[in-house]
């Protein structure tokens, strides 16, 4: 049967809400303004957790806010979003990302149980090979989180989810574990670090403190191998498992510190230092989560909460490419008898879908969430993310249009601060991405 690790209560997590800034990047945060810069209001700071670099951010400026249950910087005093943003893309950026959630799950039904709340196929997945997908609710096929999967052995994987779902996910998992019954170990790994360093000097920088002997020239997006790093002290740290990845559109790596296996809080720390040593600041330099999040929008990728939900499912939020093909034909996954008639459309005798993901350029102000969509004055749609895009120059936002008001070059109306600004329909990502792919 199915075993699940004790974990302990888990922390609610903040009302998502959107940030407004100088650069008005698009963050779920409930905040408030104070002294220039906006601070959470709605938790309060003995409940909210550090992240293993929290003194680092500290140290070097970082404006500390709520985030998913933790402090988190948002920027940092030595640099406004705008220019963190850019340089990410013509260098490279250090993000703290500890506050998303690791686990794995082990055991000869591993795959099976994957394969159950998910739509993408994973018995057949290369080992230390990654993709994102779907958690999926049964019944509706709503998404209840989305995340990257990494086959780590024959019956192992290690998942990323999104930390401000921390508690809904894992009484997903709790639950859907125990109606599965199959043999899976599921543990979620706390006190564990995770470091995202993106931008087009990246692996440069990373292998000038690979203390394993790793030809970066080998690894794709989506690959993952383990390595020691060189510390500035002469010493290494223990195996760290990377990932070529990213939520930015860039090439870029995440580096898991994994707290069940070794010192990860401490080690976390160390190796982020030398990384931030061994490129200079020329090279490479913190960035918060305002950057972050006006960077994943350029790059077209949704955010949860916002761009996908509990009422959301795959192929109306334009995620149809994670339904593997023997999946479409075999289903016997959450809400396959939902999705797979969504698949077609309904021209085609299929049952299609009533809404679509899309993109927008916007003229005038920018268009934040939950800004109306219109054409003729009728209602259409809704906004989930907006911001200005430093890359282009123009205000970008995505959001939801009727099937058939869905294709590029569609004009509407979106409605900002009670007026109504052009906006246009745009193909994403927004700024081409800059993926490391296997020539095919």
């Known amino acids: 049967m199915a075993t699940r690790t004790t974990v302990s209560r888990f922390q609610a997590t903040l009302a998502p809400k959107r940030l407004r800034m100088p650069f008005p990047a698009a963050l779920p945060l409930s905040l408030r303004t104070q002294g220039g810069v906006r601070y959470g209001s709605d938790v309060a700071a003995k409940d909210l957790k550090k992240t293993p670099l929290y003194d680092l951010h500290v140290a070097n400026g970082g404006k500390m806010v709520p985030f998913a249950g933790h402090l988190l910087p948002v920027q940092y005093a030595s640099a406004a979003l705008a220019q963190s943003h850019l340089f990410t893309r013509e260098s490279a950026s250090l993000f703290d990302v500890s506050h998303m959630v690791q686990h794995t799950f082990k055991g000869p039904q591993a795959a099976a149980f ?3 709340v998910t739509p993408s196929t994973w018995s057949n997945q290369e080992i230390m090979e990654g993709k994102l997908t779907t958690f999926l609710w049964p019944g509706t096929g709503g998404i209840v989180d989305d995340g990257v999967v990494t086959r780590m052995a024959e019956d ?14 894992c009484k997903y998992i709790d639950e859907e574990l125990g109606k599965f019954g199959g043999q899976v170990e599921w543990k979620r790994m706390d006190n ?3 470091v995202a360093l993106q931008g087009p000097k990246a692996a440069d920088i990373l292998k000038e403190v690979l203390a394993t002997d790793v030809n970066l020239g080998d690894i794709y997006f989506g690959t993952a191998f383990w390595a020691e790093l060189k510390l500035p002290d002469g010493g290494k740290t223990h195996p760290v498992l990377i990932s070529r990845a990213g939520y930015t559109g860039e090439d870029g790596f995440e580096l898991s510190f994994q707290g069940d296996k070794f010192p990860a809080l401490e080690t976390t720390m160390q190796a982020t230092k030398a990384l931030l040593a061994a490129g200079g600041p020329e090279r490479v330099q913190l960035a918060g989560l305002g950057a972050r999040d006006s960077l994943r929008l350029e790059a077209g990728m949704c955010l949860y909460g916002h761009d996908v939900d509990d009422t959301t499912t795959p192929p109306e939020a334009a995620l149809s490419w994670i339904i593997s093909k023997e999946r ?6 959450h809400g396959a008898e939902v999705i797979i008639p969504q698949l077609t459309p309904r021209s085609k005798g299929g049952a299609g879908v009533q809404r679509r993901r899309v993109g927008f350029v916007i003229q005038g102000a ?9 054409v003729d004055g009728e209602k259409i749609g809704v906004i989930t993310s907006g911001s200005p895009s430093p890359t282009l ?3 970008i936002a995505m959001g939801y249009v009727k099937d ?5 070059g569609t004009e509407v109306d979106v409605v900002v601060r009670g007026k109504k600004r052009r906006g246009v329909v745009t193909k994403m990502p927004f700024v081409p991405t800059k993926f490391v792919k296997k020539s095919s």
């Open 192 to 194: 564990s670090g995770l």
């Open 404 to 408: 058939g008001l869905h294709k590029q």
């Open 156 to 169: 192992e994987y290690y998942v990323v989810t999104n930390g401000a779902c921390l508690e809904k996910d």
């Open 366 to 374: 920018p268009a934040r969430e939950g800004a109306e969509i219109q």
């Open 393 to 395: 120059g123009k205000n």
């Open 114 to 116: 994957l394969e159950k």
């Open 328 to 333: 479409r034909e075999s289903g016997g996954f």
